[in-house]
C-alpha cells in the first residue's frame, strides 16, 4: 500500500490516468450486468415492515378501485345529461300543443261566456254559494259549470 502511495506522489499523471482506466471499466462491466439486476427489499414475513407493505398494497388497491367508480360516475352523468338535454325537444313540443288546445278551450270559453251561455251556471254557481256559506268547504266555478253541462266534452279554464 504504501508502495501505491509513493507511486502516486511521483507520478500523479500516470496514476489519475489509471484510477481513470479502473472506473471506465469497472463501469463497463457495471452496465453489462445492470439489467439482470432488481432492487428487492428483503421483507420478514410477521414483522412491522410486512404489515406496512400489505396495508400499502390495500391502499393502492382502494384507491384505484375509487378512481374506477369515480370514472364509470363521471360517465353515467355525462350519459344522463344528454339524455335529458335529448329529452328537452318533446318536452318543448308537449308544452307548444297543451298551449295551442288551452289557447282554444280559452277562446270557446270567452266565445260562450259573451254569448251569454254562462247565464245557467252563473245562477246554479250562485245557489250553491249560498247554501254553502256556512259550510267550510268551498264549491269551485269548474266544478259548478261541470255539473250543469255534463254533457259537454270542455272544460272551463276558470278556477
Avoid: C
Avoid at 70 to 99: C, G, P
Avoid at 143 to 149: A, D, G, I, Y
Amino acid at each position: 500500500m504504501l508502495h501505491l502511495a509513493r507511486l502516486s506522489t511521483r507520478r500523479p499523471f500516470a496514476a489519475f490516468f489509471l484510477w481513470f482506466a479502473v472506473a471506465a471499466a469497472l463501469a463497463a462491466i457495471g452496465l453489462g450486468v445492470s439489467h439482470s439486476l432488481s432492487p428487492t427489499i428483503v421483507v420478514v414475513p410477521g414483522s412491522e415492515t410486512a404489515r406496512a407493505e400489505r396495508l400499502a398494497e390495500s391502499n393502492a388497491e382502494v384507491t384505484m378501485l375509487s378512481v374506477e367508480q369515480a370514472a364509470l360516475d363521471l360517465e353515467q352523468d355525462v350519459i344522463r345529461a344528454v339524455l335529458e338535454f335529448n329529452v328537452q325537444s318533446e318536452r318543448i313540443r308537449i308544452a307548444a300543443k297543451a298551449d295551442e288546445v288551452a289557447g282554444r278551450r280559452y277562446a270557446a270559453a270567452e266565445r260562450r261566456w259573451k254569448l251569454g251561455s254562462f247565464s245557467d251556471a252563473l245562477t246554479f254557481y250562485g245557489e250553491r254559494r249560498r247554501q254553502s256559506r256556512n259550510s267550510t268547504s268551498r264549491v269551485e266555478f269548474s266544478s259548478v259549470l261541470h255539473e250543469t253541462r255534463k254533457g259537454a266534452r270542455w272544460m272551463p279554464l276558470i278556477r
